[in-house]
């Protein structure tokens, strides 16, 4: 049954991201994007600590596919997800000589994975949101970003979590 789930999903997920794998990428559009933030989590306990490694792969100048592995030390969890990203530039802000709204970009994300503690996995899923700011070619700078994280674990396997991450951090893309 579960390996059944598994793969309903990642064919949802295919599936979702087909129409914009054929609309191709710009030539001057990184196409791999791997990032590490700092993470603060409110779980059942208290706020963790927590720190995100997340890597993503431009598929359409707005859709890319990205992954998210965030580690909790503290309660000894780890999350594991994937899905659909969309990106777009603030363009409707006013442009200024001493500001220039392409140098951020706006993503939203829905992602779906496990998450693993003491040995047993659940299923988990997120969604959320965030803004980049460029500071060179291919460094981002991460200023906010804003997850819901839905899983069981935390507080026992009978009840789902709603556990809220707050994260900052550096993005490197080629």
């Known amino acids: 049954m579960r390996n059944r789930t598994v793969a309903v999903l990642l064919f949802a997920f295919a599936l979702i991201c087909l129409p914009a ?4 990428v710009p030539a001057n559009t ?76 706006c993503f939203v994300t829905a992602q779906i994975g496990a998450a693993r503690q003491d040995g047993g996995a659940r299923l988990a899923y997120s969604f959320g949101g965030g803004i980049d700011f460029r500071a060179q070619d291919n460094v981002w700078v991460r200023l906010a970003e804003y997850k819901y994280i839905r899983t069981p674990l935390f507080d026992g396997p009978l009840t789902l979590r709603n556990n809220q991450a707050v994260s900052t951090g550096l993005s490197l893309r080629f």
């Open 21 to 24: 794998a054929g609309q191709g």
């Open 30 to 105: 990184p196409t791999v994007e791997i990032s590490g933030s700092y993470s603060l989590v409110r779980t059942s306990f208290e706020f963790e600590q927590a720190s995100t490694i997340a890597g993503a792969v431009r598929l359409s100048p707005r859709w890319s596919a990205r992954a998210d592995f965030v580690n909790l030390p503290s309660p000894g969890a780890k999350v594991y997800l994937a899905g659909p990203e969309w990106r777009f530039v603030p363009d409707f802000l006013p442009a200024t000589p001493k500001f220039s709204p392409d140098r951020f970009e």
